[in-house]
């Protein structure tokens, strides 16, 4: 095992910060949803996008090309991520100007930060996401202090001790102890009456009850102090968003330089080094550059614009996955045969309008999904939740197999029976009102008969009942399911 070296900090001179939460919203409720953005000045993205302002999302840093969206996804994936109007299926993105600067409080220390604009992208099955872009006001600044202020504001809940005493405060006076209220509370107060929330959960998190690690994920674009050379050790707390401990000395999750650099070799694209770094992992999707701002334009704007949809497509992809997993480990297989069909039919329409293992025609695109896929673990969570789905259907199908040989078999008796005594048998007191006193003077056949003829009767209601109540079940049920398609 090779020791860890001391662990130092380079100099962050400026940064461009994303967190990106995911949230459940009902699908049918798209367009009452879309117009309450439109009333809190948001404005709906397209290619063309008449009369937007995208460029000002960044403040002038950067200039995006929305020839260049245009080109960089395969046909298949573009026409998804860049649907024409909110009534057409794919991502429909939100976006709004803010420009009001704020300060973070934590273990201590006082951050300010620029919170330059906001995201609302509502995606296909109801899920949705809102990407917050903030810069920190604080020039110069040790990595350190800026992924303690990535790792406080990415918590939405403050649940953890080395989380809580975080305060958001704001020009006007209002504070806020939780990120979740400044955003939804200050922010985005006009998507949260469509916020869905689990009854069976409480919070925040019962929105999206397989949300995993309780935390915003943050994507970032850190500029290093000209000449600085990054180690693998802190690219290694970049991916780790590793802070500060809770003495207020640089912290980083790993003592085993060996173990560092495997991580590394896993998620980490070199491609322009040394002068830029890309590291994505299952907390943080980051670069690092120690080139100034005016000679890294067309990185950055790849970073803000095509690389952004990159992420976004594979990040819900891992959210899909999570949710059909979340879905059928809650599934009682022996009574929810409808249920199970309803995930077969999701994960399939799934796979074949939007989980795509190609989405850019360009080399570096490519790579770049090939990270993420890594991150996040798709191909495997995919397998998994394929063999699984197969598997509980496959038990299923045995057990409705059984159950309608052992109705057969019934059937197949009364109907036997039945058809000897209507041919050789015939009670004369059934053509007309039968009394007990009658049917008491039956013999043996006679009670045969009648318990045969009645017992075949209301199998027969039984079965009628119960296949139309099925056919309604199954129309309420997929009126009022929150699987939206």
């Not at 009333?39 to 950067?62: C, M, N, S, V, W």
């Not at 059909?324 to 045969?337: H, I, M, N």
Request: hydrophobic share 40%.
């Amino acid at each position: 095992m090779t020791e860890l070296p001391i662990t130092k900090d380079f100099i962050v001179k400026d940064g461009y910060l994303s967190f990106i939460l995911p949230f459940a919203y009902r699908k049918k409720q798209i367009r009452k949803a879309a117009d309450a953005l439109n009333d809190d000045g948001f404005h709906f993205f397209t290619l063309d996008d008449p009369g937007g302002r995208i460029d000002e999302l960044y403040e002038g840093a950067i200039e995006i090309s929305q020839e260049e969206l245009d080109q960089y996804f395969l046909p298949y994936v573009e026409q998804k991520i860049f649907p024409p109007s909110v009534e057409d299926y794919g991502f429909h993105r939100f976006y709004k100007v803010v420009g009001e600067d704020f300060s973070l409080k934590a273990d201590g220390e006082t951050y300010p930060f620029r919170f330059m604009s906001l995201d609302v992208i509502l995606g296909p099955f109801g899920i949705a996401f809102l990407t917050s872009r903030v810069r920190l006001q604080d020039k110069d600044l040790p990595l350190s202090s800026v992924l303690n202020f990535m790792q406080h504001f990415r918590a939405t809940e403050n649940k953890l001790k080395e989380e809580k005493g975080s305060v958001i405060f704001c020009d006007d006076g209002v504070e806020f102890s939780s990120i979740h209220e400044f955003l939804f509370g200050r922010l985005a107060s006009a998507v949260k009456p469509f916020v869905i929330h689990d009854d069976r959960l409480t919070g925040y998190f019962g929105s999206l009850p397989y949300f995993e690690d309780e935390r915003m994920y943050v994507t970032s674009f850190l500029f290093a102090e000209s000449g600085t050379e990054i180690s693998d050790e802190q690219l290694f707390r970049i991916g780790r968003v590793d802070g500060l401990s809770p003495e207020r000395e640089s912290f980083i999750s790993a003592s085993n330089m060996d173990y560092i650099r495997d991580y590394l070799d896993q998620y980490l694209h070199d491609r322009w080094a040394p002068d830029l770094y890309t590291i994505a992992t299952d907390f943080a999707y980051s670069n690092v550059t120690t080139k100034n701002l005016e000679d890294m334009q067309r990185p950055l704007a790849h970073f803000m614009g095509t690389h952004y949809y990159n992420f976004m497509l594979h990040y819900f992809y891992r959210i899909m996955l999570l949710r059909v997993s979340f879905e059928y480990s809650r599934l009682k297989w022996d009574k929810d045969e409808e249920y199970l069909k309803r995930l077969i039919e999701l994960i399939t329409i799934f796979s074949s309008w939007y989980h795509f293992k190609l989405v850019s025609v360009r080399q570096e695109g490519r790579e770049l999904g090939q990270l993420f896929r890594r991150a996040f673990s798709l191909d495997e969570l995919y397998e998994e939740v394929r063999t699984t789905l197969e598997e509980l259907y496959r038990t299923q199908e045995n057990s409705a197999t059984n159950r309608m040989n052992l109705l057969l078999f019934f059937l197949t008796v009364f109907t036997v029976i039945s058809g000897i005594y209507g041919m050789n048998l015939v009670i004369d007191d059934w053509k007309n009102d039968t009394s007990w006193k009658e049917i008491s003077s039956y013999g043996v056949f006679g009670w045969i008969a009648l318990v045969t003829a009645l017992l075949g009767i209301g199998m027969s209601i039984y079965l009628f009942i119960t296949y139309l109540g099925r056919i309604v079940w199954r129309k309420l049920r997929r009126k009022f399911d929150d699987m939206d398609f």
